[in-house]
């Protein structure tokens, strides 16, 4: 029987998935000047699918879920304002426009999972079944509008469900990359890949870094939105 020793804490896989998350930022902000390889965005599409899972991970263990869900949307809606704000204050010539707010993707996530075991918790009380089961079916039209839309909230939904089974939970990644990109002419296949990292994750923590990955994402978001104004007004 072969053993696959497992190297990468959650902690680890989220610095992965946030340096492969840059490569593909640079990639979106700068593709104009003909500069930007095609392989950052190639790498970059690992990024999103890791943060998926790792969020399936720590929702699970998670001690208290409504705060978890509250600091979600509170940084969905300070994103959303950034991202108005600078493209209102810095617009940039070509008429780009920001379309990236992970914060969505994860909260709508999150909120699924926490619906359907609700659901599942209070199956024989009508009011909480109700309750719970007209939010689930509220949530399902906002994930189109998520980024990369409904795809990576149903993602989400599966890994948590097979969470107790790493190689069953592989292969139902790899099962549902195939089957939604396998004819796609984009590189959005290339996500497969990180299938990877999700078998080699030792199912520890690991270090805290707990709120870096909330100021991280908005500041190089507009970090990088204002060097490319900068640079396309030259």
Not at 3 to 22: P, R
Not at 81 to 99: T, W
Not at 122 to 139: A, G, N, P, V
Request: glycine share 4%; charged share 15%.
């Amino acid at each position: 029987m072969i053993t696959i020793k497992k190297y990468f804490t959650t902690t680890q896989l989220k610095m992965i998935a946030l340096a492969l998350m840059f490569l593909d930022h640079i990639y979106e902000f700068f593709a104009y000047t003909g500069s930007a390889p095609v392989l950052l965005t190639m790498l970059g599409r690992l990024s999103l699918p890791l943060f998926i899972f790792c969020t399936a991970e720590g929702f699970y263990y998670t001690h208290d879920r409504k705060k978890y869900i509250l600091r979600l949307f509170a940084f969905y809606l300070l994103m959303e304002a950034l991202r108005y704000y600078l493209m209102f204050a810095f617009p940039r010539p070509d008429g780009f426009v920001i379309q990236n707010n992970i914060f969505g993707s994860i909260l709508l996530t999150v909120l699924s999972v926490y619906c359907i075991d609700q659901i599942k918790a209070h199956k024989k009380e009508i009011r909480h079944l109700l309750s719970y089961s007209i939010l689930l079916i509220t949530i399902i039209p906002l994930t189109l509008f998520a980024e990369g839309g409904w795809f990576y909230i149903f993602l989400g939904i599966m890994l948590y469900y097979t969470r107790q089974s790493r190689p069953a939970q592989a292969a139902c990644f790899v099962a549902l990359c195939l089957m939604v990109w396998a004819n796609d002419e984009s590189i959005r296949w290339m996500m497969t890949f990180a299938v990877f990292f999700i078998i080699l994750y030792n199912g520890k923590k690991g270090e805290g870094y707990k709120y870096f990955f909330y100021i991280f994402y908005p500041a190089h978001i507009a970090l990088l939105y204002v060097l490319s104004v900068m640079l396309y007004a030259r």
